[in-house]
Structure formats: structure tokens, C-alpha cells
């Protein structure tokens, strides 16, 4: 991103129609822009698509822009939007919250599992989990562990309270937690199966080379063997 005094030149030049000077703020936001909207949408030619498209927005209301709030909250803010009316359109059938019940293993901010996993980005596996939660609670998540936003921003961005982003993100990170552990057991159960199906080949086989070994003596001290 851009340093604040160079955005703000940058857009008292847009504002007086200087295009030149918004394609400098696009350089400078094309990528959180872009990586917000694939996080929100799983997809990264539609996050691409809804990046141009945010970007478009942003240009034609640029006057409609408060310039005592910051640049890039209102900036996010316009592409959070424009992602959640995609996945309205998408009519997709969430996870429901009531159908994830909390686990009370989770109830400290110190050492948080999902936290963890967002910050390390673990690939595939925090895509998947992420898909599971609603987007408004999808969303707070994203701009707290993936931007930096502090709540103050992400209220502005999503247009509610800072109360309602903390409850937000309480809620996700419980629903992120809960899908991890049930993960986890069912890892945990698929390897308990995997190792209890490896014990039964070893004793077949086993049972077989013994089997095998005894014919084998049976044959030797058979009547054939006697007349020799």
C-alpha cells in the first residue's frame, strides 16, 4: 500500500479528474482488494472479476468518499459488499450457526488453534473452513487476521458496531474451532480404522504363511516321501 500523503495527493488528482492518478491508487490497492475478495469467494476468477468491478465503483462514486476516514477502509469496504451481494447471488446454503454447537474447550484468546491457522494460512484446509461460515461472520474474520483491521475499522468497513464486530469474530472464531476439531476426530478415527485394517492383513497373512509352512512339513513326511 501507499503512504498516506502520497494517497492523498493521489486523490486530490483523481478528484479533479486526473485518471492517471486513480490508476496509481489501483496499483497500490490491487492486491489486498483482490486477495479480500478470493478469500471471500473461494474463486480466483470471479476475486478478479470483483476486483475490476470494485475498482470501477470506487471511481464513479469516488466524490461520494468522506475524506476524513481513511482511504482504504472505504475502499475494502465497497469490495466486502460487492463480494457478499456474489455469494447472495450464488444462492448457496450456508452452514447454519445453530447446527455447529460451540465447544467449551475454546473460551481463552491465548493459543487459539484457528487463529493459528489463519495466520500461518494453512492452504486448502483454511479455504474449506472458511467456506463454512456465514459471510457476515466469514467477512470480520478476513479483514482482522488477513488485513490488520482493528474493530474500529472493521465496523466502518462493514457499516455496524464495534460491539457487533467483536461479537462476530467471537462467534467465527468458535464456529472455526469447531469445524477443526471435528476434523481432527475425524482424522484421528480414520487412522485408528487404517491401523486397525493393517492388524487384520498382517494376521491374515500370518495365518497364511503358517498354514502354508505346516503343508509344506505335511508333504514332506507323507507316504511318497516314505517309499523313497
Known amino acids: ?122 492452504g486448502d484446509e483454511v479455504r474449506d473452513l472458511l467456506d463454512r461460515l456465514d459471510p457476515p461472520y466469514r467477512l470480520p474474520l478476513i479483514l482482522r487476521y488477513w488485513h490488520d483491521l482493528s474493530y474500529e475499522e472493521i465496523a466502518a468497513t462493514m457499516g455496524i458496531t464495534e460491539a457487533a464486530v467483536k461479537s462476530r469474530l467471537h462467534r467465527a472464531r468458535h464456529q472455526m474451532a469447531d469445524a477443526m476439531a471435528q476434523r481432527e476426530t475425524v482424522r484421528l478415527a480414520r487412522a485408528i480404522t487404517a491401523r486397525h485394517n493393517a492388524g487384520i492383513i498382517m494376521l491374515q497373512r500370518g495365518h497364511y504363511d503358517d498354514t502354508h509352512s505346516h503343508r509344506t512339513v505335511l508333504v514332506g513326511v507323507g507316504p511318497a516321501a516314505a517309499n523313497r
Open 1 to 122: 500500500m501507499s503512504n498516506p500523503e502520497q494517497e492523498q495527493v493521489w486523490l486530490k488528482q483523481a478528484l479533479a479528474g486526473d485518471t492517471s492518478a486513480f490508476g496509481k491508487l489501483v496499483d497500490a490497492y490491487q492486491t489486498p482488494v483482490y486477495n479480500l475478495a478470493y478469500r471471500l469467494l473461494g474463486n480466483a476468477g470471479e476475486a478478479e472479476e470483483a476486483a475490476q468491478e470494485t475498482f470501477l465503483k470506487a471511481y464513479t462514486h469516488l466524490r461520494t468518499y468522506d475524506q476524513t476516514r481513511k482511504f482504504s477502509t472505504w475502499l475494502l469496504s465497497i469490495a466486502s459488499h460487492h463480494c457478499i451481494d456474489r455469494l447472495r447471488r450464488r444462492r448457496f446454503t450456508w452452514l447454519s450457526m445453530d447446527d455447529n454447537p460451540m465447544l467449551a474447550w475454546l473460551t481463552t484468546d491465548h493459543g487459539r488453534p484457528e487463529e493459528s491457522a489463519l495466520r500461518t494460512e494453512a
